[in-house]
C-alpha cells in the first residue's frame, strides 16, 4: 500500500472551519494595501469552496480534515 502525501501548498492555504468546510484565502491581500479599501481587506479567509473544488482539495490535504 503506498503512502498518501499531503501537498504542502494547499494544505497552507486551505483553512477547516469546525463544521468541515473548507475555506481558500483571498487574493491580494498581502501587500500595498494603504491603496485599497476597506472592504477588500475585510475577512482574507472569505471564500467558501464550491462542492467540485472541495472534492479535489480532500484528495490533496487527507490529514488536515
Do not use: F, Q
Not at 503512502?3 to 472551519?17: C, E, F, G, H, L
Amino acid at each position: 500500500m503506498y503512502k498518501v502525501k499531503t501537498n504542502k501548498s494547499m494544505a497552507k492555504r486551505i483553512k477547516v472551519t469546525k463544521s468541515g468546510k473548507l475555506i481558500h484565502k483571498k487574493a491580494g491581500v498581502s501587500h500595498l494595501l494603504t491603496n485599497k479599501g476597506s472592504s477588500p481587506k475585510k475577512d482574507p479567509y472569505g471564500r467558501v469552496l464550491s462542492h467540485k473544488e472541495e472534492k479535489k482539495v480532500r484528495n490533496l490535504i487527507p490529514y488536515k480534515l
